[in-house]
């Protein structure tokens, strides 16, 4: 008896019925970057058969663009009480893209050989800007609720925690403690000088704020 892999899907979340069954929310086959490195969640639903008793390990891979080697994600471990039986693994994933293009994940098991390829696709999204109507609009409706937004980030490396503001209106300045988006999408931890990229979250703030614009300028 050797396990192998049914088919998997990648998922923005999932839940658990009462009886056991694995609903996926939001089916991912693209994702949306607007900068790189682009860091992104998901939810692997993997379907798994012939398990043996026990547990059964194997791990996630991703391989890039043109590459031919595959990084590894995650490893992880499904356990069951009875031979031959199957489950859906779920598998939470942090996946960073340094490129566009299409991308595979791969599940293998560490002692059988199976495998299952996952494609999906990276796409950098064009860079949301504001006209000058647009800009204009805000300037005449201040009572508007139109941002800024702001977002905290914590250093990766030694967890300085900063708060980074968009704001429609170039000329409005951020208060104290709160700092704007560098131009370049790169910003040096003031205590430990890692790089924290920006350009990505930057971009998702941008294009939210014209959306909630369009939708206020459409309805007046
Ligand atoms: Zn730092």
């Known amino acids: 008896m050797k396990p192998t892999f049914g088919s ?52 996630i891979l991703l391989r890039k663009p043109h590459a031919i080697d595959k990084q590894s994600i995650t490893s992880f471990t499904v356990t ?8 859906t693994a779920v598998i939470p994933l942090s996946l960073k ?23 999906c696709i990276v796409e950098l999204q064009k860079w949301p800007t504001f006209s000058q109507e647009e800009r204009q609009f805000v300037r005449k409706h201040r009572n508007i609720p139109l941002g800024p937004i702001r977002t905290n980030l914590t250093c990766q490396q030694c967890s300085h925690a900063y708060i980074f503001e968009e704001n429609i209106l170039e000329e409005v300045l951020p208060p104290g403690g709160v700092t704007r988006f560098p131009k370049s999408g790169e910003f040096e931890c003031t205590e430990c000088n890692e790089t924290i990229y920006l350009k990505d979250i930057q971009g998702q703030i941008r294009f939210s704020l014209k959306q909630m614009l369009s939708n206020i300028m459409r309805g007046q």
């Open 80 to 87: 069951t009480d009875s031979n031959n039986s199957c489950m």
């Open 8 to 59: 998997g899907l990648l998922f923005d979340s999932y839940n658990e019925t009462a009886n056991k069954k694995i609903n996926g929310l939001g089916a991912i086959n693209i994702f949306r970057a607007w900068g790189f490195p682009s860091f992104r969640q998901a939810t692997a639903l993997i379907s798994i058969f012939n398990l043996r008793k026990g547990s059964t390990t194997g791990e």
């Open 97 to 119: 893209f340094n490129e566009k293009g299409r991308h595979f994940i791969y599940a293998i098991f560490h002692d059988y050989k199976s495998t299952l390829k996952i494609p």
